[in-house]
């Protein structure tokens, strides 16, 4: 996560500014996500989301449950999600906001261990007899909703308005 960091912040605006880094994937060094704050070259962790929380690990594992090759596919099943139809999209997203939220703290926040069995088990119980088209929708519109709150969220906690964005 600190090499993400660095790369988003070095090689944005945080080369001249204070910025605040977020990095986020599927699960690296034990983590799956981060916030930093960047400012004359040095970077400061302000949080770090251990990897049993990880979206990633949501988005991984609803590309298995479509039958897809999960850390490979993940491209499809977005560019599957457009195609969902919105009112179940929404449904659908209801589903993953029940087991991962951001908590008080402005970190992820899973109802279970998402990098477990425990997560397939919840997907197939929630997610059977949903059309491809909706789960990707649902998953998507719940992964940009989520990701949003917690930037929004950092930069409130911080005031710092400046961002830059890294992951895996």
């Not at 880094?21 to 930093?36: K, R, Y």
């Not at 040095?42 to 999960?70: F, Q, W």
């Not at 425990?118 to 929708?137: C, I, K, P, Q, W």
């Amino acid at each position: 996560h600190k090499a993400h960091a660095y790369a988003a912040g070095f090689f944005g605006i945080g080369a001249v500014e204070k910025t605040l880094v977020f990095t986020l994937d599927g699960i690296g060094d034990g983590l799956c996500a981060s916030v930093n704050v960047l400012e004359g070259g040095e970077l400061k962790t302000l949080s770090t989301t251990h990897g049993r929380n990880s979206l990633g690990y949501i988005y991984r594992g609803v590309t298995a449950y479509l039958g897809m090759k999960p850390d490979e596919h993940e491209f499809k099943v977005m560019g599957m999600a457009p195609y969902a139809h919105p009112k179940h999209a929404e449904r659908i997203a209801g589903i993953f906001r029940n087991i991962l939220s951001i908590g008080a703290d402005a970190n992820f926040d899973a109802k279970i261990d998402l990098t477990s069995f425990e997560l397939r088990a919840y997907l197939l119980e929630n997610l059977v007899y949903e059309r491809f088209d909706n789960v990707s929708g649902g998953v998507q519109l719940f992964t940009e909703e989520i990701t949003c709150e917690w930037v929004k969220g950092w930069i409130k906690k911080t005031g710092i308005r400046s961002i830059a964005l890294g992951g895996g």
